[in-house]
Each structure stands twice: as structure tokens, then as C-alpha cells.
């Protein structure tokens, strides 16, 4: 048998106990469910506010960041579907095989069935979710290594592939919309940098609409889940109402950058010379789009907005303290079967994030 096919080892204590912070952080985010749907164009989401500065992608601290994150991301996996609120929100949005598989280690992937428009025939969908981070591996926030990859700044976000087009990848589409814009170009400094930061662990959280708890219970139900807590009921069923009772789509007007973005990637842009091309050429191609979702005091392709400036779509913002560090800490696996390094003790980042609009 090969080594793959082998169970990985259970998640070390520390990881159990910093998604379980995690989930504390995700229930403290929102206290109000209607923030999910605050911004319908861009539902379930809020920017987060921190203070950070670019990072050169060749640059050890950038290598070192990615390196550490390899070693954790399986037992990551593990220990959010342990937790029993992140196994129902598992299950609503990745589905029993996906679960399956994050038992494992592995990212989630499952098939949908999906009827869109109705008269059309039931046809499957193959759904792939990547854990990717919050605020990017390509940012250093004053909270350093250990904010990075702690799992409150994880998400698992769908990043379907239909071919070359990665116009419904809602990563790619905040990354063109609202980070790219932000990081590109940015000063050598420590700058005002606003995040997508999604208000729950999965995204989108559901494959379908609920128009009521009861459907949303009775759905879980069918899945051998338990309920959800009310305040996570109330969060779901308001990104179900935010998007009007169907799965999430990426809007059709976000489309043309999202692909965009995800050419970034392609086989085409891997020279230095035609990467860095492509990047200014999205910048620019973004700037007017995105100052209309930005505050004044965000910096885009290089400039700062200004004080006059007002955005045009307001989505939620928050102000997580990210320069101070997490309750537990998730040291990188060694060789040893068990780490035997304790959890370090310190304030805690996210859960007191104040919240305007």
C-alpha cells in the first residue's frame, strides 16, 4: 500500500484548539446576521481592516510563510471537520464526499447536482474547494508568521474550473476586485490594507437555497447532521435570502477581471517579464472599479484615494487587531509523530473586531 493511501495522523491538540478559536472568532464576527447581505453584489463578506506591506514573492519570508503552511494545512483540514459546527457547515457546503476527504487531509471536491434555469435537465457539477488565506501569504501584518497561518485566516472558497474560465471563482474575483488593486504597485511600507475577510469558514457556505429554518433543518437532517446553532441558522439563511434563494454566482459585471486574474497563472504569464505585464495591465484595468467599493485611505495601484474620496458600494468593515497575536499558536509539524511544543498564551485577535458599515 503507498503511503498516500495510509490515514494521516490525527491533528495535534494545538491545531484542535486554534480552530476552535477560530470558530469562536467566525461567531463574534457578525453578531448581527443581516451584515451577511449588507452588500447583495458581494454577500457574506466584510473587508477587514489591518495594517501590513507587500511582500517580495522571492523573498525568504514569503518562502518561509509557504513552507509552514504546507506542514499544517492536512491537520487543518482534520481538525475543522472534528469541530461540530464545522462539520455541519461541511456538510452544507462541500456535502458527505467532501467531508470524506478533508477527513483525510485532502481539500474538499464533490459533485453537484444543480437545475439552472428550472426547465433545464438535473446535470452534475464538480465542485472543488482550496483552502486559501485571508489576509494573503504576500502580505506581512505586524501579528508576523503565526497570524498568517493560524486558521482564523483561513478559507475554504470554491474554485471551480470550467476549462481556462475562471469567471465563477469567487476567490479570483476578490482578488481582481479589491486585493490586487490594493497590493500592486503599493508603497515600501506599512500601509492601510482592506482584506476580504467572509463570514464563514466555507464559500459560499451553501449549494442551495432555504427559504426557511425548518428546510434548512430538514435538509441537515437528511445529512445525519445535527441543527446549527441559531446564530449560524440566522447567518445561513441570510446569504440564502442575500442571493436570492439559489447558489452563489460570481456577478456577470466581475466576470471580465476574474478571468483576468486567473490568466495571471496561465502558461502564458509565467515569464517574469509577461507576469509582471499582466499585473500592471489588470491594475489599471481595475482602478476605477475598485475605488467604488474602497475607503479614502486605501491605496490603489499605487495611490492613496484621499479623504474626500466616498465609495460608491459599501460593503461592511471591520478592524480585527491584527498586530496582536492569537490565543494559541500552531507550530510547524517536525519529524516527531507529536509535537511536544505548548500552546503560547496571548491576547486575542477578532472576536472584540469592531464592525461599521
Known sequence: ??????????????????????????????????????????????????????????????????????????????????HPIGRTLALLAVGPDGVKLMEAGRSPSTVTDTTAPPERAVRGRHVSFNCHHVIPKSVAVSGGKTAINHPRNFVLANTTRRGRDQSQNPHHCWHSLLLHPQTHNAPNA??????VRPLFPFYPPITQGFKSAEALREHLKNLGAPPLPEAWENRILAFSQATGHRAYSVPKEFHEITRAFGELYSKANREESANVAARDALARKVESLAAQWLPGDAYINGRQLGPDHVPKNKLPIIDSNSDQAPETAVPAKTKRKRSQTRIAAGPKVGAGAAMKV
Open 190 to 195: 506599512e500601509i492601510p490594507i482592506y482584506v
Open 1 to 82: 500500500m503507498s503511503a498516500k493511501n495510509h490515514p494521516p495522523p490525527p491533528p495535534r491538540q494545538e491545531m484542535i484548539d486554534a480552530v476552535a478559536e477560530a470558530m469562536r472568532d467566525f461567531e463574534a464576527l457578525a453578531p448581527d446576521p443581516g451584515l451577511v447581505g449588507a452588500c447583495p453584489e458581494l454577500p457574506g463578506i466584510v473587508l477587514d481592516r489591518v495594517l501590513g506591506r507587500p511582500l517580495d514573492r522571492g523573498g525568504e519570508e514569503y518562502k518561509s510563510t509557504i513552507k509552514e503552511y504546507d506542514k499544517i494545512r492536512e491537520e487543518y483540514f482534520q481538525a475543522l471537520v472534528s
